[in-house]
């Protein structure tokens, strides 16, 4: 599975802003994606996910009510809709998929290049 991210870039605090990523290849295998963050000198930081084949998401603690995460099956595409950016929000976002469940929830197999998000202050 290939993963190819976009629609990062610079928005104000308190904006909103799409991301996408388009899944490729062997996607019939899928059983999840998520989107994962990670700021300079910190640590990669779950963010959202979505069941492929269901409706089921979860979203990290600090984006909850903020963020939605959805799909369109057709196009293998996932979003994130961001809403009341905040500066903190700022971070290189990746998007990652899974072909099963894990002991580990945030176990993924497959990883994309990342796109960056700004939020200004």
């Known amino acids: 599975v290939q993963l190819q991210a976009s629609g990062g870039g610079l928005v104000q605090a308190g904006g909103s802003l799409r991301v996408s990523c388009a899944a490729s290849?062997?996607?019939?295998?899928?059983?999840?994606l998520g989107w994962f963050c990670q700021a300079p000198g910190k640590e990669r930081e779950f963010v959202a996910s979505?069941?492929?084949?269901?409706?089921?998401?979860r979203y990290g603690d600090s984006v909850k009510g903020r963020f939605t995460i959805s799909k369109d099956n057709a196009k293998n595409t996932v979003y994130l809709q961001m809403n009341s950016l905040k500066p903190e929000d700022t971070a290189v976002y990746y998007c990652a998929a899974k072909k099963r469940a894990y002991y580990n929830d945030y176990q993924y197999d497959y990883w994309g290049q990342g796109t960056q998000v700004t939020v200004s202050s």
């Open positions: 979505i069941i492929w084949n269901a409706d089921i998401t």
């Open positions: 290849g062997s996607t019939n295998n899928m059983y999840a």
